[in-house]
C-alpha cells in the first residue's frame, strides 16, 4: 500500500465509527519553515476537549490507568505529544493496542503472560537515552522490550549517526554470522565526521530498506545493557527477572516487509548476550550492568499475530482494520 492508500484507509475507518469527527492535513517542517502535509492528516480536537479524553472516548478505552499511560507515551524524546494525533502515527498504534493489558486482562507472548505495560521508557546511552516504546511486565519481574513500527519500514530511511557508536559497532558487527550488515566510516554527520551503516549484501531485496529501524535497535540493546535513565518511568534497574529485547510490527504485504523481516532476523534477531558483553567491553563510558541476562528475540513480532485472540475495543479493531 501507499503511504496515501493507507491514509484513506484510516480516514475512512475512523469515520465509519465517529461520524462527526473532523481531520486535518498534518504540518510539517521543511527546511525550516512550516507547511501542510500533501498527503498525512491528524484528527482534530473539538473546542473544550484535551487530546488524551478525546481518544479515550473515540476509541472506548477503559482502563482506569489510561491517563497515566498517556502522558508516558506522549513523553519521548521524538515529539510524540505532537504526532500521537496523526492517523498513522506509530505511537498512537502502540498506545491504543498495548494499553488495554491489565492484570485482568494479560497478553501472551511467547507462552509468557504480561500484566502491566509502560510506554516510552528512558535507558541510558550515552549522552541522551534511547526511548523504549513500550515495556510489559508480569508478576515475576520478568520485562520484554519492545520497539513498535507502523508505516516507517515501508519507506527507506538510513541516516548517519555519531562518531561515539564508532567502537560498539566495530566490535559486534563481525560477530554476527555472515556479516551481513557493514559499518559505513566516515559519514558526515550533522556537520561533523559521523558514520553510517550498509547492508552487505547487493540485493535488490536490500535496496529500499530501513536501516534506521535497524541502527534503533542497536542503541535500545545498549541502554539495556546499562540500565533506566534517572528520568525513566519505570526504574527497572532492580528487576530480577528476565529482561527480553522484541521489535513488533503492523504486517503490510509487500517486499518491504519481508526485507525487514529478513534482515532484523539476520542481524538483530542474532544478537546474544556473549556478544554484547564483548562489544560494551570496548566503550569506558558504557557500564556492563544487565548484559548476562539480556535474551533478544530471533524474528519479529506481528501485531496482527500478537493480539489475534486479545480482546480489543472494537473502535481500535475497526480503525486497524486494513
Known sequence: MTKEQI??????????????IKTSPTVVTWRGEKKKSEWSRKIDIPEGNSLCGYLKSIFGISNHNWDELFKQATSGL???????????????????????VTKESPLYIDG????????EVKNKVFDKPSNIDVVLGNEDED????????????????????KKYLNFYANILPRIE?????????????????????ASSDAK????????????CFSHL???????????????????????????????????????????????GRITATDLKASIATIPEIKDNHTDHIEVAPAVY?????????ELPKNIKKYYDL
Open 7 to 20: 491514509i484513506h484507509s484510516l480516514e475512512k475507518n475512523l469515520l465509519s465509527f465517529c461520524k462527526d
Open 78 to 100: 521524538g515529539q510524540e505529544a505532537e504526532k500521537i494525533s496523526t492517523l498513522h502515527s506509530s505511537s498512537l498504534l502502540a498506545l491504543l493496542y498495548f494499553s488495554n
Open 112 to 119: 509468557i503472560g504480561y500484566t502491566k505495560v509502560w510506554f
Open 143 to 162: 520485562l520484554l522490550f519492545i520497539e513498535s513500527k507502523f508505516t516507517e519500514y515501508l519507506f527507506p530511511d538510513n541516516s548517519s549517526f555519531a
Open 178 to 198: 555472515g556479516y551481513p550488515l557493514r559499518m559505513l566510516y566516515p559519514r558526515k554527520y550533522d556537520g561533523k565526521d559521523g558514520m553510517g551503516l550498509e
Open 205 to 216: 531485496l536490500y535496496s529500499h530498506l530501513y536501516m534506521n529501524g535497524i541502527k534503533q
Open 222 to 268: 545498549i541502554g539495556l545493557c546499562q540500565g533506566p535513565d534517572d528520568d525513566s518511568c519505570l526504574q527497572w534497574g532492580k528487576f530480577k527477572g528476565k529482561i527480553r529485547f522484541a521489535t513488533i510490527l503492523f504486517y503490510f504485504p509487500g517486499d518491504e516487509f519481508r526485507a525487514y523481516r529478513d534482515f532484523y532476523s539476520n542481524t538483530v
Open 302 to 310: 506481528l501485531y496482527q499475530d500478537v493480539f489475534k485472540d486479545f
